[in-house]
């Protein structure tokens, strides 16, 4: 999804967005960093000095509520946000934060707990910890 439509799909549900949302989404959906709020926070600043870290969170929460963008949780470091919300995987580095994705017929997972559980599943939340190819290169030296 865009953000043409993301916004429509929005503006149908009530929600009036403002020309610094509207650069906190479009930024979130162009960049596959997988990107802390605090990332986000900087890069709208540039455009929009005036923004708040209070108005990138709330932001983002509402996209999240709205099911147009997916937060990984990650233990106690920092939430990373992510403009795709469609259930993929993720593998993030212990070193240096990197966040990757990868496709994954593990999702099938969500009808296998259903099975198991009678619970109705809506999402699930799996990431997988490491060490990136980089760090690897960097721990030879
Ligand atoms: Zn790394
Ligand atoms: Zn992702």
């Known amino acids: 999804m865009d953000a043409v439509e993301i916004l429509k799909g929005l503006k149908d549900k009530g929600v009036r967005f403002t020309p610094q949302r509207q650069a906190i989404l479009e ?18 600043k540039v455009k ?4 708040s870290l209070g108005t ?12 147009f963008i997916l937060e990984l949780t990650c233990g106690d470091m920092s939430s990373r946000f992510d403009g795709n919300p469609v259930n993929h995987y993720h593998a993030m580095c ?13 999702v099938e997972m969500d009808k296998y707990v259903a099975e198991k559980t009678n619970f109705i599943i809506n ?19």
């Open 94 to 106: 212990n070193r240096c934060g990197k966040v990757v994705d990868f496709p994954c017929d593990l």
């Open 123 to 141: 999402t699930h939340n799996l990431v997988f910890y490491g060490i990136c190819p980089e760090c690897q290169k960097e721990q030879q030296h």
């Open 48 to 51: 929009f000095p005036g923004v």
């Open 27 to 44: 930024f979130l959906l162009a960049t596959d960093i997988h990107p802390t709020a605090e990332d986000i926070y900087k890069q709208v």
């Open 56 to 67: 990138i969170y709330n932001t983002l929460n509402m996209l999240k509520e709205h099911g």
